[in-house]
């Protein structure tokens, strides 16, 4: 059974910086790519950004192009989510994603999923 595990959400003023974690448990997925989503009030869940397997490929939503960067440790099994220069849009339940492909998280899907955390940004 793998769980994954998020944190670092909070509340934050616009412009400032948060960094998001998320932790596998159960078994390794360093065969997997990873990714996250957000989801704001009343809004469909959207795609924010992916890493392949061994890092070398990422992929992000147009909206955080330039301000978010996602990383992962796989000897921790773990993956990050720098955010930047954050803004009122961007404030969601951001969920953490493991897919046995980029593909299956660029196009919506995934194998695994979090159980999220909050992200407010005030203006």
């Known amino acids: 059974q793998v769980q994954l595990v998020e944190s670092g959400g909070g509340l934050v003023q616009a412009g400032g910086s948060l960094r998001l974690s998320c932790a596998a448990s159960?078994?390794?997925?360093?065969?997997?790519?990873m990714g996250w989503f957000r989801q704001a009030p009343g809004k469909e869940r959207d795609f924010v950004t992916a890493i392949s397997w061994n890092g070398g490929i990422t992929y992000y939503a147009d909206s955080v192009k330039g301000r978010f960067t996602i990383s992962r440790d796989k000897a921790k099994n773990t993956v990050y989510l720098q955010m930047y220069s954050l803004k009122p849009e961007d404030t969601a339940v951001y969920y953490c994603?493991?897919?046995?492909?980029?593909?299956?998280?660029?196009?919506?899907?995934?194998?695994?999923w979090g159980q999220g955390t909050q992200v407010t940004v005030s203006s």
């Open positions: 159960g078994r390794t997925l360093s065969s997997y790519a």
């Open positions: 994603a493991a897919g046995r492909s980029l593909s299956v998280l660029t196009n919506g899907g995934y194998d695994y």
